[in-house]
Every structure is written in C-alpha cells, then in structure tokens.
C-alpha cells in the first residue's frame, strides 16, 4: 500500500512539475539570459534582445508620458497623474490582477511629490519625466556601460527587495565604519 501512495505521489509531482514548466517557457529572448526578466523590463526592451539601452529606457519613458499627458501641453498636472493611476489600478483589476496600494495621504495626496516635481511647479515637463526615468536607469545601471542585462535587474530587484523590508521592519541601513586614520 505504502509503494502504491509514494509511486502515485511521484507521478502526480512528476506531472505537475512538467505542466509548470510548460507554462512558465521563456521566451527566445529570456533564453539567452538565463532567467525570465520582469515585465516591466521587458516593456522597456524595445527589440526584445535581453538588454536594455539608455535610448529604448528614454522611448519608454517618452511614450508613458504620452499617455499621460491627456490634455496634450507638455505637461502632466496632478489630475492626469491621479487619472492615469486610477486608470491603470482599473485595468489591473480588470485582468484579474492584484491592484497596488494607494499612496500614503489618501485622497489629499497628488502623487507629485519632490521626486517626481523637482521644481515644485505643480506639474511635470517631458524633460523632468526623463530625467527622472534616467536617474532610475543609472542607479540599476551598475557598471554603468549604458545597458542594463539580465543580472543588473537581479540585482536591482534583490536590493528593492531588502530595502522594503527594511523599511518593514523599521530597521535603518548600517553607516559604513569610517576609516581608520594612517
């Protein structure tokens, strides 16, 4: 009986483990990678090669600025970005996927604060979005070659990762221990 239950167990993951495999193929371009990038790597990976460049990372930004920039005068005030946030929560609940939690503030907050509105204007130029999109780059940029791969997004997401939990937990980095003097 024991021999019976432990085959059909080995059978059962043997099959499930070659359905997730199935399911989660990479594509040609993963492959050359070595792991699956993130979606939202890949929608700045223009040609679909694996590596991302500065210039398709300054398209993306340029064409997400272009959706939100509804009213079309070079600038996306603080409605457009709350009407682009609302419309993007919306599609993802309607693809059945979990929504982001809203800003801290709730309702009063605008979502341009001093990172995103740099010159506290009120709105947000093309130019401010791409600098701001360039910064991003160059901070997951490591070794600063002009293209991010495969493992610079590891990285990048790995060091996000530790960075809210620590925010989580309420832990602060470590102060490097200053030199010793000679």
Known sequence: MRKTVLTL??????LTSAACSAQTAPSPANQTAGTPAPRAAM?????RDGVVTRAEAIAQADARFAQMDTD???R???GEMRAYRTAMRDRMVARGRD???????GAKHDGMGRRM???RDG??????FQARALKRFDRVD???DGRIDATERANAAEMRHVDRRERREGATRPVPAPAPAQ
């Open 117 to 119: 509105d740099p010159n």
């Open 43 to 47: 929608r700045q990976d223009a040609n």
């Open 76 to 78: 996306v005030s603080a």
């Open 99 to 105: 929504a982001p939690v809203p800003p801290p503030g």
């Open 123 to 128: 709105s947000v130029t093309r130019e401010e």
């Open 142 to 144: 490591a070794n600063h």
């Open 72 to 74: 079309r005068d070079g």
């Open 9 to 14: 167990m080995l059978a059962a993951s043997a």
